[in-house]
């Protein structure tokens, strides 16, 4: 039981870590590039930033609704991305908090700052003072907007990941598999004596 605590103190410790330093990495980009851009290019990037979210948040699910099982034959006949796909299953908690509570909270966060920046340079060009009530209305409207379309797009990316959760943990895999080879990158841990039991 310590034993176990100990490893969740640990995950949730270095989950913590993961997500401030991405946090400010992700901030300090977004608020640079949306200083240097219209306002009609910095709406565009609020809406990447808020599809990253829901891509995310549909994954997480994914992989947590997916069985290992359909993957088995692939992995022997050495199809890329079986392997891949059965450890995320597996590792189905810790990887559905990366991707839930790192990567869906910090686009929450980010898409949030990168509005209000938006809102400042469109108040800007209409000649409206910070805190005017044409500004705050501005801010209300978008900010609604984007939380609508943020909760829209995850209620479907729910049900998606819920119904077709074996494509988009073979995808998944695919992807981390092709970036492992490609880029030499480890993504994903791999336990060997788990690995080996892959077939």
Known sequence: MKSQIKRSMKFSFTIAVITFVLAAIFTIVSSSILSDVIWFVGLLIVLVIVSIGVLFDMLGIASTAASEQPFHAMAAEKVHGAKEAVIIIRNADKFASFCNDVIGDISGIVSGTA???????????????????????????????????????????KYAA???????????????????RKLKIKILPKNEKQTNKIK
């Open 115 to 157: 509005t209000a920046i938006v809102v400042l340079q469109i108040a800007d060009i209409f000649g409206q003072s910070e805190g005017s009530t044409a500004q705050i209305t501005l801010s209300v409207v978008l900010t609604s907007i984007v939380a609508a379309i943020t909760v829209g797009g995850k209620a479907i990316g």
């Open 162 to 180: 819920i119904n077709a959760s074996t494509n988009i943990i073979f995808f998944a895999g695919k992807t981390v598999s092709l970036i492992e």
